[in-house]
């Protein structure tokens, strides 16, 4: 009886307090994204869509988000970004680290497959812009030039915005069912 | 043989009604106490440069905490959204009694005007949200006690001859219940929102 009381409360104690863990459903998506479905399928150069950059503080940096849409018959290479913004502008990844460690690094190039749409998006591709020469708050516009291989530099207008990721899914979901 | 209640058997029943029950109440809920900071008293300053004794000064409220730095363009910005969206769902139930708390891992350059400047350009509501910073021996003691990492990784020369450096850090946000003790982590860029407001309610009955 003794055995079987003691048995039975260390059991409920184990379940009771066994702590759930939360889980990083987080996986870095694949370049060539779901996205491609939104494609437009007639263009024949390379497109930059749905441009914007998080508002912050003058000398500080922040990330300019985008969707490059490829619908060409040749891979491109992004191989820089240039902007009168800041004192620095560079091609950056986040990436994870073991379970729950985040940081960033420059990237040199980025390939754009033909036929696939990469989105530069949080968690994943930024530009960045280190040492901002002004501030920049919600609503302003701000200029840059992203430069390819094939397709040259290209001229883009990104919007202030402070976005978030879901936010981001569901406006591509109620697009796409349009 | 007359005090019946008081038998070995019975409080062997008993205890196996009781106790069962007690830990469903106490660890059902999986807010487990993760770090006790109840008698830290970390010497920090807000915004405003005003000192704030950590968490002693926080006690009696529950408080949602973040760990940022400034200068992170991505998964910082994503941990105080998720904060920001957290205040928002709280003041949609009228429910008070939380502080919200954003303490920087690089003090050296955020300074309470930045982490000012920080709310503001994001256009956040103070009125229950601080930033905090201090000594730089002080915020990586408060980060090691709760074991939050934060590496430099990569740097960048600037032409004014500073270094700016960027972190590889734990992606993290805390609840702390009213008596300053760690009771839940989360990936700070990949809040559940939801989940985090009933917790938060859990922690205030
Ligand atoms: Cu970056």
């Known amino acids: 009886m003794k055995k079987l009381m003691i048995i039975i409360l260390s059991l409920f104690i184990f379940f009771g307090c066994q702590e759930k863990k939360e889980e990083s459903t987080e996986k870095k998506e694949s370049a060539k994204s779901e996205l491609q479905k939104a494609m437009k399928a007639d263009e024949s150069v390379l497109q930059i869509e749905d441009a914007w950059v998080r508002p912050a503080a003058k000398n500080r940096n922040t990330g300019v988000f985008f969707r490059v849409v490829n619908s060409t018959n040749s891979n491109d290479t992004l191989v820089a970004a240039r902007s009168n913004y800041a004192e620095k502008t560079e091609v950056h990844e986040t990436f994870k680290q073991g379970d729950d460690m985040m940081g960033m690094r420059e990237v040199e190039f980025i390939v754009i497959e033909a036929g696939t749409v990469l989105e530069f998006k949080p968690m994943s591709y930024h530009v960045m812009l280190i040492n901002l020469n002004e501030e920049l708050l919600a609503e302003q516009e701000i200029e840059l030039k992203l430069a390819f291989k094939q397709a040259g530099e290209l001229k883009i207008k990104a919007k202030v915005e402070d976005r978030m990721p879901k936010m981001q899914a569901k406006e591509e979901k109620s697009k796409m069912e349009m | ?205």
């Open chain 2, 1 to 205: 043989m007359t005090n019946n209640i008081f038998s070995k058997k019975t409080l062997k029943y008993l205890l196996l009604v009781i106790l069962p029950a007690f830990i469903l109440i106490n660890c059902g809920d999986s807010l487990p106490i993760e770090d006790d900071l109840s008698e830290k008293k970390y010497v920090l300053f807000n915004q405003d440069s005003v000192e704030v004794i950590y968490p002693e000064n926080l006690k009696g409220k529950v408080a949602v905490i973040g760990y940022v730095f400034t200068n992170c363009p991505d998964i910082c910005p994503l941990t105080t959204n998720n904060m920001r969206l957290v205040q928002e769902a709280l003041k949609k139930e009228n429910i008070t009694g939380v502080e919200f708390v954003t303490i920087t891992f690089d003090p050296e350059y955020d300074t309470p005007s930045v982490l000012k400047e920080y709310a503001e350009v994001r256009r956040l509501d103070t009125s229950n949200w601080i930033f905090l910073t201090g000594d730089k021996s002080t915020t990586d003691q408060v980060m090691r006690d709760v074991g939050v990492v934060a590496v430099p990784s990569d740097s960048t020369k600037m032409a004014s001859g500073e270094m700016m450096y960027f972190y590889v850090h734990t992606d993290r946000i805390n609840l702390m219940d009213k008596e300053g003790r760690i009771r839940a982590s989360y990936l700070g860029s990949e809040l559940n929102i939801e989940k985090i407001v009933n917790d938060i309610k859990t922690l205030l009955n």
